[in-house]
């Protein structure tokens, strides 16, 4: 048994850093090393396979396989040359190479790809007299590459397709949310699945889903592949065992109720066909139903929503006719529920007419939200309960 311990980074979006933190040590990963963007850590072979399975936060688990100085494209030539390539995937697999840098003084990052794919097909060549193919799309081996001003990493990507691509969702709505970024927003709520939870502008259904997923701690990556069964050191037996383990950790039902719903018939299809095959059907109170001919559940929760902000969907002159009314919604028919709002307009507790008492900046992509927290009470919440985090 492999009991190496790999030097890995979890990418994921920018905001939910500490989630990430604390769940890959919850996880089991040691060396945590929180920076923008995402996590680095350290874990065994069984490690990188639970994340990868486990993790709701990660947008991918990387694999580190060299760290060191460069000054020009030829020191990273030299670097990626000098790597064991086919110790650690076949010449019949296909590869994509990505580049990301910070600071870094080399003129075309395209060019530093291209010097990495032929590092890696040379080595192929000299030691195999085979060499793998290259596949943008869908290749079965990704390698990444940062640089900084004076460091080239060079990552091997154990994930395949990321990890917010669960392997439910066949159709898609209209700007749609990635899962992870659904899951951080649920777990920054402080749900756990004892208490309701209402989502009144569901769209594809991708908010009540992860948190349906959370509450019955169903592992996100049981329904897909990896890029690590790929590699010449997979382990079955391993991979049975931390599946297995997972497995076991399910729970039959949520333990609360969550209510789902959207006026759009089909985003409601869309949220429908997605529930059943998560298999989380049973555990979510789906309607089609326009948010302000809803009345929520008599025990308060926490509702959570996505509401158009403007960028992708709707326009400015909609939103300010739109966010007023769900002010008055959420002040006569929310009382004692506590809110969340993510959305990438700013001006929403202005428009709402309610003072947030929490605000969490996030990211949609490269779209800068915020997470809005209103405790809804009789008679409104002009005061601020508590001083907001940050604006």
């Known amino acids: 048994m492999d009991n190496t311990n790999y030097r890995c980074f979890a990418p994921c979006p920018r905001g939910l850093e500490a989630l990430l933190q604390q769940e890959l040590a919850a996880l089991g990963a040691t060396d945590l090393r929180p920076t923008e963007g995402g996590v680095g850590f350290s874990g065994t072979l069984a490690i990188v396979y639970r994340t990868n399975l486990e993790s709701r936060i990660a947008s991918r688990i990387l694999l580190e396989v060299a760290q060191v100085s460069y ?17 650690w995937f076949q010449a019949s697999r296909t590869i994509k190479v990505k580049t990301s840098a910070q600071h870094c003084p080399l003129k075309s990052l395209d060019f530093v790809t291209l010097r990495i794919k032929d590092a890696i097909c040379d080595t192929f060549t000299k030691l195999k007299g085979a060499r793998p193919s290259v596949n943008s799309n869908r290749p079965d081996i990704r ?8 460091q080239l990493t060079l990552y091997l990507g154990t994930t395949g397709d990321s990890l917010f691509k669960r392997g439910f969702r066949e159709s898609t709505v209209d700007a749609p949310l990635r899962e992870n970024l659904a899951a951080g927003i649920v777990q920054l709520t402080g749900w756990n699945g004892t208490t309701p939870l209402l989502d009144p502008l569901c769209g594809g259904g991708t ?12 592992a996100p990556g049981l329904g897909r592949r990896f890029a690590f069964e790929l590699f010449s050191n997979f382990d079955a037996a391993l991979w049975k065992t931390v599946q297995a383990q997972a497995h076991a950790k399910q729970l039959p039902a949520s333990p609360a109720p969550i209510y789902a719903s959207d006026r759009d018939a089909r985003a409601v299809q869309t949220a429908k066909d997605q529930f059943i095959r998560a298999g989380v059907a049973d555990n979510i109170a789906l309607s089609q139903t326009d948010l302000f001919d809803l009345t929520p559940p008599q025990e308060p929760g926490i509702i ?13 002159a909609d939103l300010d006719v739109f966010y007023p009314k769900l002010g008055a919604w959420l002040k006569t028919r929310c009382v004692g529920w506590r809110v969340y709002l993510f959305t990438g307009d700013l001006r929403a507790p202005k428009l709402i007419g309610l003072a947030p008492t ?17 405790i ?6 002009r005061r601020r309960l508590t001083a907001p985090t940050q604006t």
Do not use: H
Request: hydrophobic share 45%; net charge negative; glycine share 6%.
């Open 376 to 381: 809804i009470v009789q008679g409104g919440a």
């Open 143 to 150: 390698i990444d590459a940062f640089l900084d001003a004076t």
């Open 71 to 87: 000054r020009n494209e030829q020191d990273i030539y030299a670097a990626a040359s000098a790597l064991p390539w086919p110790q």
């Open 304 to 316: 959570v929503m996505n509401p158009p902000y403007g960028v992708r969907l709707g326009t400015q």
């Open 207 to 218: 908010i009540p889903l992860e948190a349906a997923m959370l509450a019955r701690n169903i």
């Open 358 to 374: 929490k605000r969490t900046p996030l990211f949609n992509g490269a779209i800068e939200c915020r997470l809005y927290e209103f």
